[in-house]
């Protein structure tokens, strides 16, 4: 079974950056797609940015010009990097894997098979 762990997360100033890692333990990046959902209180979980089994990358709209992520086949790591932070960043930041997907999916939340813990984001004025 793939198992995600996430870290990177805390608490920024508006304005501000962070880069959040998601570590797996088996090689996933050939035969899954990888995505960055978050979930912020009294809200569902929506996805941000994906990637996909054939490298192409997707990202919400919102997220646009501010969110890049990236993944080390090496190291078996997906990455979220986040720029110019806001308040409304503010959630838990999960990582999560779907072994089988259509591309039309990728932002979906229920596409995922896997997920990890989440790591926290924190967005101040």
């Known amino acids: 079974q793939v198992q995600l762990v996430e870290s990177g997360g805390g608490s920024v100033q508006a304005g501000g950056s962070l880069r959040l890692s998601c570590a797996a333990s088996?090689?996933?990046?050939?035969?899954?797609?990888m995505a960055w959902l978050p979930h912020a209180p009294a809200t569902e979980p929506e996805g941000v940015a994906a990637?996909?089994?054939?490298?192409?990358?997707l990202y919400a709209e919102s997220v646009k010009g501010g969110f890049t992520i990236s993944q080390d086949n090496a190291k078996n790591t997906l990455y979220l990097q986040m720029n110019s932070l806001k308040p409304e960043d503010t959630a838990m930041y999960y990582c999560?894997?779907?072994?089988?997907?259509?591309?039309?999916?990728?932002?979906?939340?229920?596409?995922?098979?896997?997920w990890g813990q989440g790591t926290q984001v924190t967005v101040s004025s």
């Open positions: 999560a894997a779907a072994t089988h997907a259509a591309r039309w999916f990728a932002l979906t939340p229920s596409t995922y098979d896997y």
């Open positions: 990637i996909l089994s054939d490298g192409t990358i």
């Open positions: 088996t090689y996933t990046y050939v035969n899954s797609f």
